[in-house]
């Protein structure tokens, strides 16, 4: 019963990655954080007590360690990825504070195919704790035969919404962010932003995890508020997104473009900006926040908080809005839940991170500030 | 008494109690658990059918959202006309009219929406507005505003040729959806499911099967329904009717049975076992209850208490046997039938033949069965004497009725042997009494005492008085030591009046009167009178007459015994105290002293016989009193009698008084000092009557010696009896008619007058034989003159005027004559004036001038 209910989630992924045609659809196979807390009432102050942990300075572990644990990492893509560099970045340093002894064991580009049995490859390692970082067929199906053996313990890395199919073989923690309250919340924003009849259009990702929890909420938020979305595309990546913004920007220059992940965003701002440097309006305010209420005038995008140049974008009003998470205090969740596990504690089954949003109202001061507290590990690696 | 209880019965229906009350608990119980089993089983059963239920309504939804692929797929595969769109789909596709979906809408990016025509079967409101809350690729609960629940799913239509041109969204219709609820019902087999939203509570659906009611007993189970519509909450209700199965009812009634028929088997296993294993030894025990060792602990104490008894009653009947034995006495028990039971030695050797007897009865003789039976009947103080002349002794018996152990009556018989007793009693009969009695002895401190006062007496006692005194004194000490006794009969009353007429011989009459009570039934008892009583009497009637300052009176009584009561003002001296005890020892009497010195003796003496107390049940007295003291009492004694009295002052009233009675049987004349009148009077009665032999008594306060012949009397003292004997004896003789000397002659009446005056009238009328009448008025001249209606009247004295008319009036013939001349005298009154003092010439002279 329970492989045919995996099964059939694979083949919804395979369907979400080739075809575009059928839009697959993820949402009855996962749980709400809202729907989870409700159904496990006593979760809601373990997360709140690993909240008040994470925000506070490291305890070092008290046991005595016989050995140093193992730690492997499943990434579905390169470890040099500066999203998955400072991931682990901010694990070592963490580990290192509460004084665990650690090996870490790293498993990247597995979308790739770079292993050809990476289950096996995992096994030969035999991490203490597993952290899979991404909702891929790969490293779900690893992760499902890992929960299904019981071997080692698994952290679900930026996923939270737990798996309904996992009900019984949960892993040891999932930690991850509220993309559905992150995308109402931005819906908000840019409704109380731009006028009525503002032009909005959405570049969205390709049938997935993201786009079902995170796009299609934006959406949902949008209509929810009578906002009519023009123009509605799918684009897989920055040149995608770039070339999409573009026609849309031929079409309605000042539109509002949706974007519905970081990449997508990073392709719609350069699309922006060349659609400045072409029309270099006389009129467009530079650094003049007296004229920052006048936002149908020009084409403007969102941002989701990680791209170098966040603060630039924004007081260039190449981006209206961004959303920022706090990526290092996800990791920190982890390194505290491996050692309140260690110490046989008990740790929330779920860990959902804080999230705000980034606006050119705000000064500068108080945006690097925002930064600095969202990357308070990592930042030595911008 | 307390009721007997069978302890075997007793303990089978205890146990029987406890078996029955163990097989209705045991019913209660499981009958209880039965329905609870049954009702969990029902519910367990109800919430596997939730999740059928669930299951169900999901796979509806999952059929829905497939139909929305499907229609999705089709709108971005086709290149259908705008406006003919949904005629193609439903051209296409007849499966959309049986399919999940109710209803679909088509909201195009850049063309207008397309309506399934259905929407207006379910709701008139706006659909737009009813899907602004719908998310993508999910089912959110609406509702419209006229009470459509709907679940809508919104789904994007995106092609990768064609972008995305817009939104399909699939409704299904909760409240108003017999498919949806027919697959929910039929999918589990339930009688009604209910969805409910538990945040608003809201009905979301309902359905049951047709002829379902919740009033009806129904099993329920309330479980939360996890389905995939967005953010809500439902519970899902899944209701079966509760009809008792029979198969419930079958199950609990074979349990029932068998439970029945076990407690029954254990049952009598029990109350074999109970009764083998205590009542039969209990029973074998008591057979031999006698025996030294019982074989059970338990009844240890019960021999031992039993044994105890049986030498405690040994011990008793050893006593009892002792008892009869030793009591000199002949002791028979008898039975109810005067069977004899138990007999002891005395009474075997007084009736040897008591062996061949059936009862009492045959062996005694008949004189005492009378006795015995009386006895047997209950009376109680039975006794009777035998006298065994083969054995030669006497045996007093004596009956005891008791109740026996069977509840009869029963008696006992006690002889007591009284031989010796009998003879004693004889032979002391036979010997004379000791002429040394000790009380005879006399006291010589009392006498001399008594002598003593004696001579302090004052000198107006006569001496004679002293002498008598002295000789009674003697006579009665020398009677008293006087062995030999005179013994006659003689009644009470007549024996007072000898006694008081001897010591008056001896004493001299009494100086004040004496008061003697005899009433006549008590006088009219003959008794045996020897000299002791005599004696007595003499010394009481002494108490009497001894001239003392105070008045005694003594009065006899005859209860039982003859009571002679004393009571006087003054103590009784210890002299006669004395002499009285002395004299009433041989009499067996005893004198007690009650107080306000009242002294009392009591004499037990025989009656002997009775006086006939034969009286003319009336009879008439004259009583002419004269001068004899206390006249009232002769008058209240005669009315005690039955007498009717004609009470007269005196010789002169009594012929001179007009009477109305015709005849006296008895004439009574009293005199004190005047002894004449009696014989004046007796003279002239039998002058008048004719005859010598009178029914005239004299009575007198002295003795008087010179008593005529033919008259009867009293003297001294009068008491009833004697007055009764007296006027007996009168009786006999003729009565006596009054003859008033004014009845053949025309009446005399001489009103007022001195003494003097009267006297000489009197003695002037008495020697012209005219009869007279004397009045001190004419007040109450209605007494006289209808007697004389022409009588003469004769006024000494002045009289009323108005009285004089009045009479005149009345009395027409009646003559009035004035003897002195007063002033307004009537004209009625003739004057025939006579000068003070009157002369027999005159009186004369008035007579004469009367007549002419």
Partial sequence: MQRAFFTKLFVLFLLGACSSVQASNVMPYIISSHDFYRSSPDQLPLSEQMSAVINSPPDPIRINQLSPIRVAFLLSDSALNIKNKAMLHTFERRMQELGIAYQIFIFDKLLKGRLDNPYGAIQQDKPDYIIATALDFVQSRVVEKVLQKGISKVIYFDLSTPLANWKYHPPLMYVGFDQVKVATTLASYIDRQLPQKAPISALMLPSGYLNDVRCNSFLDAMADRNRHINDIQSVSNKQGAFEAAKRILQKTPNAFIFSCSQTISEGVVEAIAQQRKTQTTPSFPRHSSTELGDTSLFAQTNSWGMSPHELTNLSHRYVLVSSLFMWDDLVIAMAEGIKGNMEGRAEPALYVGRSSIMSPEQDNVSLHLMLQQAYRYSKVLQ | ?852
């Fill in chain 2, 1 to 852: 008494m307390m009721n007997t209880l069978s302890l075997q019965r007793r303990a089978i229906y205890r146990i029987l109690a406890l078996f029955l009350g163990t097989f209705f608990i045991v019913s209660a119980v499981s009958f209880v658990v039965f329905d609870r089993k049954i009702e969990s089983k029902l519910k367990s059963s109800l919430i596997t059918k939730k999740q059928i239920v669930e299951d169900a309504f999901e796979s509806y939804l999952g059929r829905s959202e497939y139909e929305m692929s499907f229609i999705a797929q089709d709108l971005i595969l086709g290149n259908y006309e705008p406006k003919k769109a949904l005629d193609v789909l439903f051209g296409h596709h007849d499966l959309l009219f049986f399919g999940g979906l109710d209803f679909f809408y088509i909201d195009w990016a850049h063309r207008a929406a397309s309506v399934d025509p259905r929407a207006r079967l379910y709701t008139k409101d706006d659909i737009p507005s009813l899907f602004k809350k719908a998310k993508i690729n999910r089912w959110v609960k609406v509702s419209s505003q006229d009470g459509a629940i709907l679940l809508v799913y919104k789904k994007k239509l995106e092609g990768k040729q064609k972008g995305f041109l817009g939104y399909l969204y699939g409704f299904i219709s909760l409240n108003d959806n017999l498919t949806l609820a027919s697959k929910l019902l039929d999918s589990a087999k339930v009688d009604m499911v209910v969805i409910r939203d538990t945040k608003t509570g809201d009905i979301l659906l309902k359905e049951g099967i047709n002829n379902m009611s919740l009033s009806d007993g129904v099993v329920s189970a309330t479980i939360a329904l996890s389905t995939s519509i967005y953010d809500s909450e439902l519970e899902l209700d899944v209701i079966n009717s509760d009809s008792l199965p029979n198969s419930l009812l079958y199950q609990w009634v074979t349990f029932i049975v068998w439970a029945f028929i076990a407690l029954t088997a254990l049952y009598i296993c029990l109350v074999l076992l109970v009764r083998r294993l205590v009542f039969k030894p209990l029973a074998l025990a008591v057979g031999e209850a006698n025996s030294t060792n019982l074989p059970f602990i338990e009844l240890e104490p019960l021999q031992a208490q039993s044994s105890q008894y049986h030498q405690f009653l040994k011990a008793k009947e050893r006593r009892f046997k002792l008892l009869l034995e030793s009591s000199n006495n002949a002791v028979i028990f008898c039975n109810e039938v005067a069977t004899v039971g138990t007999i002891n030695e005395e009474a075997m050797r007084l009736f040897p033949n008591y062996k061949h007897a059936r009862s009492v009865f045959d062996f005694t003789p008949i004189s005492c069965h009378q006795s015995i039976q009386d006895a047997l009947k209950g009376e109680v103080g039975v006794t009777f004497e035998l006298t065994f002349t083969q054995l030669n002794v006497m045996y007093q018996w004596r009956a005891y009725s008791f109740i026996n152990e069977n509840g009869f009556r029963s008696i006992l018989l006690i002889g007591r042997d009284t031989t010796h007793e009998k003879r004693l009693s004889w032979q002391l009969e036979q010997l004379k009494p000791s002429s040394l009695q000790l009380h005879r002895h006399i006291e010589v401190d009392v006498l001399l005492d008594e002598l003593i006062l004696l001579s302090r007496w004052p000198d107006s006692v006569p001496n004679e008085y002293f002498r008598g005194w002295l000789s009674v004194l003697l006579t009665l000490l020398e009677d008293l030591k006087a062995e030999d006794s005179d013994q006659c009969e003689q009644s009470v009353g007549e024996l007072l009046a000898n006694e008081y007429e001897w010591l008056i011989s001896h004493l001299g009459g009494p100086s004040h009167i004496v008061h003697i009570d005899c009433s006549v039934a008590v006088g009219s008892f003959v008794i045996e009178v020897d000299n002791n009583l005599r004696n007595l009497l003499r010394v009481l009637l002494m108490l009497m007459v001894a001239s003392d300052v105070s008045q005694r009176r003594l009065t006899v009584e005859f209860d039982d015994d003859l009571e002679i009561i004393i009571s006087s003002d003054a103590e009784i001296r210890p002299f006669w105290y004395w002499m009285i005890n002395a004299l009433l020892h041989p009499l067996n009497g005893r004198q007690r002293k009650l107080r306000n010195n009242v002294f009392k003796v009591d004499l037990p003496l025989i009656k002997k016989a009775m006086q006939s107390t034969d009286l003319t049940d009336s009879f008439t007295v004259a009583w002419v009193f004269n001068d004899y003291p206390e006249p009232e009492k002769i008058k209240e004694s005669l009315l005690r009698l039955g007498g009717r009295v004609d009470a007269y002052l005196s010789t002169d009233a009594f012929f001179m008084q007009a009477s109305t009675v015709t005849q006296f049987d008895v004439i009574l004349i009293g005199s004190d000092e005047d002894i004449d009148a009696q014989r004046n009077m007796t003279k002239a009665l039998k002058g008048q009557q004719g005859r010598d032999e009178l029914p005239v008594v004299w009575l007198g306060t002295k003795l008087c010696s010179t008593i005529e012949r033919g008259v009867l009397g009293i003297f001294g003292y009068v008491s009833d009896y004697q007055l009764y004997q007296v006027i007996a004896q009168a009786c006999q003789f003729d009565g006596i008619t009054p003859m008033y000397l004014g009845s053949q002659q025309q009446a005399w009446i001489i009103v007022g007058g001195s003494r003097v005056s009267k006297a000489i009238w009197y003695s002037e009328l008495e020697r012209l034989s005219v009869s007279s009448q004397w009045l001190a008025t004419l007040s109450e001249y209605g007494a006289i003159f209808p007697y004389h209606p022409d009588a003469v009247v004769v006024l000494l004295e002045p009289q009323p005027v108005e009285l004089l008319q009045s009479i005149q009036e009345n009395f027409p013939n009646v003559c009035f004559y004035a003897v002195q001349k007063w002033a307004d005298m009537p004209d009625n009154v003739r004057l025939f004036e006579m000068n003070s003092p009157f002369s027999g010439e005159q009186i004369s002279a008035l007579k004469h001038h009367v007549q002419s």
